[in-house]
């Protein structure tokens, strides 16, 4: 079991920058992969960010390509967002989230849907005025 605590989220104008902080318990945090979602009220829930248990490399979605970096520190047991150039379309709860089958992939897969995650976090806001 994991438990996943997102925080850092907050009201910020346009060209603004925040960190999201996802925190984790559990032994295992560091064989997971793990990703960030991000739910726009009346819109469905969408991939922003994913990381791979080495931390190696990560993969984004195009809309936050070039302003946004997910990183993480196994050892703190914890990943982050930084989120760069906010714009308003980026408000929206943020959602952190992990997948245990991380060393069932091959090395340039990267889960993006929704299903393929197993342990979510409660979600964190993020307002961007313009």
């Known amino acids: 079991q994991v438990q996943l605590v997102e925080s850092g989220g907050g009201l910020v104008q346009a060209g603004g920058s925040l960190r999201l902080s996802c925190a984790a318990s559990?032994?295992?945090?560091?064989?997971?992969?793990m990703g960030w979602f991000r739910q726009a009220p009346g819109k469905e829930r969408e991939f922003v960010a994913a990381i791979r248990w080495s931390g190696g490399s990560a993969y984004y979605a195009d809309s936050v390509k070039g302003r946004f970096t997910i990183s993480r520190a196994n050892a703190k047991n914890t990943v982050y967002l930084q989120m760069n150039s906010l714009k308003p379309e980026d408000t929206a709860v943020y959602y952190c989230?992990?997948?245990?089958?991380?060393?069932?992939?091959?090395?340039?897969?990267?889960?993006?849907?929704?299903?393929?995650?197993?342990?979510w976090g409660q979600g964190t806001q993020v307002t961007v005025s313009s």
């Open positions: 989230a992990a997948d245990q089958r991380d060393q069932d992939y091959s090395g340039s897969y990267y889960a993006t849907y929704s299903y393929e995650y197993d342990y």
């Open positions: 559990g032994r295992t945090f560091g064989t997971y992969a």
